[in-house]
C-alpha cells in the first residue's frame, strides 16, 4: 500500500514486509515510552484500541510524531491537551489573564 504509512496505523512485520525510507525514520525516532507514559497519565491505557486511539491525548501523541517526523515544528501545539474540565478551566483562565493584561498594557501606552 503506497503511502498508507503516513496516515494509517498498523502492526507491520519486520521480515516479511517492505519498509519505505518515512516508515524507517519514523521507528527511528522512537517514542513508544512518551506514548505509553501519556497513556497512564490521561488514563486512556485500558481503553479498547479504538477508544484509545480516538482519545484527545493520541490523537495529539500522533500529530506530534507525525510533525517531528516531518521535521514541521509549527504543526503541532506542543501542549499536551488537557485532562479534564477542570484543566481545560484553568488553562482558560490562565489564557484571559495574559489577554487582560496585553490590553491593559497596551491601552496605558
Known amino acids: ?26 521507528i527511528t ?14 488514563k486512556v491505557e485500558n481503553l479498547l484500541i479504538s477508544d484509545k486511539y480516538s482519545s ?12 517531528r517526523l516531518d521535521q514541521v515544528n509549527q504543526a503541532v501545539p506542543l501542549e499536551k491537551p488537557a485532562k479534564d474540565i477542570d484543566e481545560h478551566l484553568d ?4 489564557k484571559l489573564k495574559r489577554e487582560v493584561e496585553l490590553m491593559e498594557r497596551t491601552f496605558k501606552q
Open 29 to 42: 525516532l522512537g517514542g513508544n515510552e512518551e506514548v505509553l507514559a501519556n497513556q497512564r497519565e490521561y
Open 91 to 94: 488553562r482558560a483562565q490562565i
Open 56 to 67: 484527545d491525548i493520541m490523537k495529539w501523541q500522533m500529530r506530534f510524531h507525525k510533525a
Open 1 to 26: 500500500m503506497p503511502g498508507a504509512s503516513q496516515s494509517t496505523q498498523y502492526v507491520k512485520d519486520i521480515w516479511g514486509e517492505q519498509w519505505d525510507d518515512y516508515q524507517l525514520r519514523s
